[in-house]
């Protein structure tokens, strides 16, 4: 099938090579030329697992190619897919400026019967003003079909490849066969496909990724209760996570959830449900639980130190919302870093993916400084501060550690070292909900 991806961040490449590693030929077009240019030598701009080989493979076998024409894009596609940003407001709502201005323009040079699938995260009735917009300058057929992604950066390939479910949301008997043709060489076990109203799939991607935030912003809180009632989240998270009606799943408490997703989609359902003049009361306390999260663990280092961390160094492992990607969007590092520099703190910090695109955009916080390993953060440290479980943070060297560190207190955000092993070499440990 001929595809077209308007727009190569993350949604947008992951699909495009996907779909051209199951044999569809993929059109993937963008305005931003140095971008495109790169994504045609084979650099897939971002960091994600698999994409770069599979980005190369397919390239060399002639079945994606890069473009910034929207016109040749729109003319040689079946089915183009909208994979562009819908950042957030302020007060929350979504900006739709770039899905609605595509398609006003796309709307110019569609010459046969196309599906438009909108991919992006976006409110209820979006695809009713996608249809609107073109309707009103093309006579030729089309649909407009709502497809949500469900990708976990660090997990986007696997994801995309044996994908859990895939939602097509159309009203259109024709739209919901070509796309679940489309789909049908991800189901090869088991069929998988659900098909809805375009208002029910915009609507299912949003309390998607609430529920999810939910789960963390609630386990947070017990952990929080946890640590004033001496009890010990791991325990209480193995027993509740044993319920099978509530499963193990996002039941691990932390600094706080960060991504391109859950902050902007908890904060988009909530405006959506304003204008349709609901009071979403859960959803606003989810996310100032979040919110509160990132502070508090601040707080707690502050508070070791009985406020005072002015000219103490304090090394941080982890900028990076999570773990296998460089997106630093909402990342929890963010606050916890501008906190302890505005305390006097001098900061030194490592990620193995994340620290370009941290230095790009928080690089003039005053005493950051990114280092070239883990063990360098640590030296002359008063205290180790873990924001980002990556794998190699997971067993470190005590001995080299203590060498290095001035002081030997450790901060775990993400609970993945054993207090007792640490204690009993010497460290003061702090965890979430311990």
């Given at each position: 099938m001929k595809l077209g991806i308007i727009g190569t961040g993350y949604v947008g490449l992951v699909s495009g090579v996907c779909f051209a590693e199951n044999g569809n030929e993929v059109i993937c077009m963008d305005v931003d030329e140095k971008k495109i240019k790169r994504l045609k030598q084979g650099d897939p701009v971002i960091y994600e697992p698999q994409v770069k080989e599979l980005l190369g493979k397919n390239i060399s076998e002639g079945r994606i190619t890069f473009s910034t024409s929207l016109k040749d894009t729109a003319q040689n596609s079946e089915v183009i897919f909208l994979c562009l940003p819908t950042p957030p407001y302020e007060d929350g709502s979504v900006d739709l400026s770039r899905v609605l201005d595509v398609s006003d323009k796309m709307a110019e040079h569609i010459n046969g019967y196309k599906i438009i699938v909108s991919k992006s995260t976006v409110p209820v009735g979006t695809c009713d003003r996608i249809r609107e917009i073109i309707?009103?300058?093309?006579?030729?057929?089309?649909?407009?079909?709502?497809?949500?992604?469900?990708?976990?950066?660090?997990?986007?390939?696997?994801?995309?490849?044996?994908?859990?479910?895939?939602?097509?949301?159309?009203?259109?008997?024709?739209?919901?066969?070509?796309?679940?043709?489309?789909?049908?060489?991800?189901?090869?076990?088991?069929?998988?496909?659900?098909?809805?109203?375009?208002?029910?799939?915009?609507?299912?991607?949003?309390?998607?990724?609430?529920?999810?935030?939910?789960?963390?912003?609630?386990?947070?809180?017990?952990?929080?209760?946890?640590?004033?009632?001496?009890?010990?989240?791991?325990?209480?998270?193995?027993?509740?996570?044993?319920?099978?009606?509530?499963?193990?799943?996002?039941?691990?408490?932390?600094?706080?959830?960060?991504?391109?997703?859950?902050?902007?989609?908890?904060?988009?359902?909530?405006?959506?449900?304003?204008?349709?003049?609901?009071?979403?009361?859960?959803?606003?306390?989810?996310?100032?639980?979040?919110?509160?999260?990132k502070l508090r663990f601040a707080e707690k280092i502050l508070n070791h130190f009985k406020g005072n961390i002015k000219g103490k160094t304090i090394a941080v492992w982890g900028l990076s919302y999570k773990p296998r990607t460089d997106d630093i969007r909402e990342a929890p590092a963010i606050t916890i870093i501008k906190k302890l520099s505005e305390a006097g703190a001098n900061i030194q910090a490592f990620d193995p993916a994340a620290m370009d695109n941290f230095r790009e955009q928080f690089g003039k916080i005053p005493n950051l400084k990114f280092c070239k390993s883990n063990y360098d953060a640590l030296k002359d440290a008063s205290a180790l501060v873990l924001i980002t479980e990556w794998n190699e943070f997971r067993n470190p060297d005590i001995d080299k550690m203590k060498s290095l560190m001035k002081e030997h207190v450790v901060f775990d955000g993400r609970n993945i070292y054993k207090p007792e092993l640490l204690k009993a070499e010497g460290f003061t440990y702090y965890g979430i909900g311990k």
């Amino acid at each position: 099938m001929k595809l077209g991806i308007i727009g190569t961040g993350y949604v947008g490449l992951v699909s495009g090579v996907c779909f051209a590693e199951n044999g569809n030929e993929v059109i993937c077009m963008d305005v931003d030329e140095k971008k495109i240019k790169r994504l045609k030598q084979g650099d897939p701009v971002i960091y994600e697992p698999q994409v770069k080989e599979l980005l190369g493979k397919n390239i060399s076998e002639g079945r994606i190619t890069f473009s910034t024409s929207l016109k040749d894009t729109a003319q040689n596609s079946e089915v183009i897919f909208l994979c562009l940003p819908t950042p957030p407001y302020e007060d929350g709502s979504v900006d739709l400026s770039r899905v609605l201005d595509v398609s006003d323009k796309m709307a110019e040079h569609i010459n046969g019967y196309k599906i438009i699938v909108s991919k992006s995260t976006v409110p209820v009735g979006t695809c009713d003003r996608i249809r609107e917009i073109i309707s009103k300058k093309t006579k030729h057929e089309f649909d407009v079909v709502s497809n949500p992604e469900f990708l976990k950066e660090g997990a986007a390939v696997n994801d995309f490849m044996s994908p859990d479910r895939v939602v097509i949301g159309t009203s259109s008997r024709k739209a919901a066969e070509i796309m679940r043709e489309l789909y049908s060489s991800f189901m090869r076990v088991s069929e998988r496909i659900i098909i809805m109203d375009e208002h029910s799939s915009e609507l299912t991607k949003y309390a998607s990724n609430s529920m999810l935030a939910m789960r963390i912003s609630f386990m947070n809180e017990i952990a929080n209760i946890c640590e004033l009632a001496k009890a010990d989240i791991d325990m209480v998270r193995t027993g509740i996570g044993s319920d099978a009606r509530i499963g193990n799943s996002f039941l691990f408490p932390g600094v706080g959830y960060g991504g391109s997703c859950f902050p902007k989609d908890v904060k988009g359902l909530i405006s959506t449900s304003e204008e349709f003049g609901y009071d979403f009361r859960l959803l606003k306390a989810i996310d100032e639980v979040n919110v509160n999260q990132k502070l508090r663990f601040a707080e707690k280092i502050l508070n070791h130190f009985k406020g005072n961390i002015k000219g103490k160094t304090i090394a941080v492992w982890g900028l990076s919302y999570k773990p296998r990607t460089d997106d630093i969007r909402e990342a929890p590092a963010i606050t916890i870093i501008k906190k302890l520099s505005e305390a006097g703190a001098n900061i030194q910090a490592f990620d193995p993916a994340a620290m370009d695109n941290f230095r790009e955009q928080f690089g003039k916080i005053p005493n950051l400084k990114f280092c070239k390993s883990n063990y360098d953060a640590l030296k002359d440290a008063s205290a180790l501060v873990l924001i980002t479980e990556w794998n190699e943070f997971r067993n470190p060297d005590i001995d080299k550690m203590k060498s290095l560190m001035k002081e030997h207190v450790v901060f775990d955000g993400r609970n993945i070292y054993k207090p007792e092993l640490l204690k009993a070499e010497g460290f003061t440990y702090y965890g979430i909900g311990k």
